[in-house]
């Protein structure tokens, strides 16, 4: 198959031109003006932007959380990915407790292959670190293609490791060459707000938000970045909400420390006054929660100053019969929202069009360095000879509106119901094929490749 996209604003992370682009097999093969291939599909891009397919690092596809399992699945997730213009996502594998890091693989193996319709990769979470633990972290890395390990400092019981295994593991990685990723807030403090709450009858998904105030997550991310710091690791703060956190890692950087930040959509869009809703503020149940205003502003500036590198989404949807088991107590509501299939339209539409980021920094946060961090560039995260054809033709002039009767995402409701965004992904390929076409998927389960990912010791963004 070959493909003649014609007359498109190519975009990347660095420039922005007019060009021809033409697709052979599964890369591209040439860029320039008034490009003479005899392709065997030729697409006009007049008018419409062309830039390198999304890809959102962070996703739960099919993952047992909360006494229940996220909506979506490979098959349903790469899908709705892909129809709004995502063509990569990477996964969390989750360590069980007591067993190995191989024994978590092969279960996320069978997750994935032959249902997956998009490309994929997987953050490993290390759950449960000890000596034989730290060997299969250099097998992740050396013969998996896994080289980024995911630390929760929260969800204690389950999920959560300690200090002392932190710095541990830090050091294992940093020899290796990988990444330690983490979700940053302080469990202890939390899980002591949740009791005090549940004590004092307050059990409505207000209380969810008021049991984690921003120091919980400003402390761990400073912590975190200390430990970075004493073991010389790199590191990845996954779904920063709020200014505090983002302070902590501006005073990181006055060390010359590599601390990478993501944030996702929601914590730029929404706002704290959606848990004021009474149970329907589940919608929201996130963990951290969704902030105030100000933080919106502090993250859309962190973005311009190059302290957040990356915008994903921490995809975890639930069904409203799943967020219902917490109808009588917030801390039993599935922590999650879905968003998977919106992050490119939304980014775009409030951040591009709203002029608060330029076009060239929204490739740079929606694809380029996630890439980059995770170890997969210029493969993938750029239109440039040479890489996977993974190219998004996107109309920036075309107003829509985001709703559960129209979303491909497995989720009967929508966190943004009815939220009107001017900016649609019209055509995706992914390596080559047409993945989505007239609003239709034109790929199949299994197409989706899992993508092997190189060491991140020498990651330059
Ligand atoms: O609420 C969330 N974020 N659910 C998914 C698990 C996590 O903490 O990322
Ligand atoms: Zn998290
Ligand atoms: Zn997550």
């Known amino acids: 198959m070959s493909i003649l996209i014609k007359n498109g604003q190519i975009v990347t992370a660095a420039e922005t031109y007019i060009a021809d682009l033409y697709i052979e097999k599964d890369k591209i093969v040439a860029i320039g003006k008034n ?28 993952m047992p959380f909360m006494g229940t399992y996220s909506s979506d699945d490979y098959e349903t997730g790469t899908r709705a990915a892909l129809h709004g213009g995502t063509t990569m996502v990477i996964d969390f594998i989750l360590q069980t407790q007591g067993d190995s890091l191989h024994n978590a693989l092969k279960t996320w193996q069978k997750k994935s292959e032959g249902k997956a319709i998009g490309d994929y990769s997987y953050h490993m979470a290390v ?50 060459g990988g990444l330690v990723t983490v979700h940053a807030t302080n469990g202890d403090m939390i899980d002591s707000l949740i009791a005090k709450n549940r004590q004092a009858g307050n059990l409505s998904p207000l209380y969810h938000y008021l049991s984690q105030p921003e120091v919980t997550e400003a402390e761990a991310s400073g912590r975190f970045a200390d430990m970075l710091h004493y073991t010389g690791c790199p590191g990845y703060i996954v779904h920063m909400t709020c200014e505090g956190a983002l302070n902590a890692v501006r005073k990181a ?21 959606l848990y004021e809703k009474d149970f329907e503020g589940a919608k929201w149940v996130m963990s951290p929660p969704l902030r105030e205003k100000k933080d919106q502003a502090a993250l859309w500036s962190g973005i311009n100053q190059g ?13 409203w019969e799943q967020k219902k088991m917490g109808k009588d107590d ?11 299939e919106h992050r490119m339209e939304l980014l775009f539409s409030e951040g591009v069009n709203k002029g608060r980021i330029s076009l060239t920094k929204y490739v740079e946060v929606s694809s380029t360095n996630a890439a980059k ?9 750029t239109i440039a000879i040479g890489s996977d054809a993974d190219v998004v033709v996107f109309d920036p002039n075309k107003e829509h509106t985001f709703s559960a009767e129209t979303h491909h995402m497995n989720c009967d409701y929508s966190g943004y119901e009815g939220m009107k965004v001017k900016g649609k992904t019209e055509t ?17 389960p299994g197409y989706g490749q899992f993508i092997p990912r190189g060491k991140t010791s020498k990651i330059v963004i």
């Open 307 to 319: 302290l957040v590198q990356v915008v994903g989404t921490d995809h975890c949807p639930f069904m």
């Open 330 to 340: 917030f801390s039993k509501i599935p922590n999650g929202h879905p968003a998977i």
């Open 35 to 62: 490009l003479e291939y005899n392709a065997d599909k030729v697409i006009d891009a007049t008018n419409k932007l062309v830039f390198p397919g999304g890809i959102d690092p962070h996703v739960h596809l099919d």
């Open 373 to 381: 961090i995770f170890g997969m560039y210029p493969r993938k995260g």
């Open 127 to 176: 759950t449960d670190f000890n000596d034989d633990v730290a060997k299969e972290v250099v097998e992740m890395i050396d013969e998996e293609g896994i080289s980024s390990f995911k630390t929760f400092m929260a969800y204690k019981g389950a999920l959560m490791i300690d200090d002392g295994q932190m710095v541990q593991l830090m050091k294992v990685v940093k020899k290796h």
């Open 253 to 273: 950087t006055t060390r010359n420390q590599k601390v990478f930040v993501e944030t996702c959509t929601q914590y730029l869009t929404l706002d704290a006054s």
């Open 428 to 444: 995706v390929i992914l390596r080559g094929q047409i993945a989505i076409e007239n609003e239709d998927c034109k790929l199949n």
